[in-house]
Nanobody, 121 residues
Framework: EVQLVESGGGLVQTGGSLRLACAVS????????LGWFRQAPGKEREGFSC????????YYEDSVKGRFTISTDNAKNTVYLQMNSLKPEDTAVYFC??????????????WGQGTQVTVSS
C-alpha cells in the first residue's frame, strides 16, 4: 500500500520560513516523480513544484521560484519543501503527490492528506 504523509505545516509570519516533509512508503525513490500542490480557500488546487528522477529536473511555478526549494532524501524516502520569504498569499493546504515510473507532468496517482500553512501579515 502506498502512503504519503505530510508534516511541518503551521503558522508563520510574513517573511518567515517553514519546511514541509512528505514521507513516502510503498515505493522507492529509484524511478519517481514527486510534486507539491496547494489549495487556498475558494481556489482550485494548483501544482507548483515537482522533482523527477527520470529527467533529473526540478520544476517551480513563477509564484514560488526563488523562494521554495524541493528536495529528496532517498535514504529516508522523503521529499521536502523548504519555503522561505513566505507571503500571506502562500496560505493554503499543502499536499504532496507522487508515483513511481512517472515524470513531472504525468499524472501522480498517490496523495497525502495535506498540511495547513498559514502566513500572517
Amino acid at each position: 500500500e502506498v502512503q504519503l504523509v505530510e508534516s511541518g505545516g503551521g503558522l508563520v509570519q510574513t517573511g518567515g520560513s517553514l519546511r514541509l516533509a512528505c514521507a513516502v512508503s510503498g515505493f522507492t525513490f529509484d524511478d519517481y516523480a514527486l510534486g507539491w500542490f496547494r489549495q487556498a480557500p475558494g481556489k482550485e488546487r494548483e501544482g507548483f513544484s515537482c522533482i523527477s528522477s527520470r529527467d533529473s529536473i526540478t520544476y517551480y511555478e513563477d509564484s514560488v521560484k526563488g523562494r521554495f526549494t524541493i528536495s529528496t532524501d532517498n535514504a529516508k524516502n522523503t521529499v521536502y519543501l523548504q519555503m522561505n520569504s513566505l507571503k500571506p498569499e502562500d496560505t493554503a493546504v499543502y499536499f504532496c503527490a507522487g508515483a513511481p515510473e512517472r515524470a513531472c507532468g504525468d499524472r501522480l496517482d498517490y496523495w497525502g492528506q495535506g498540511t495547513q500553512v498559514t502566513v500572517s501579515s
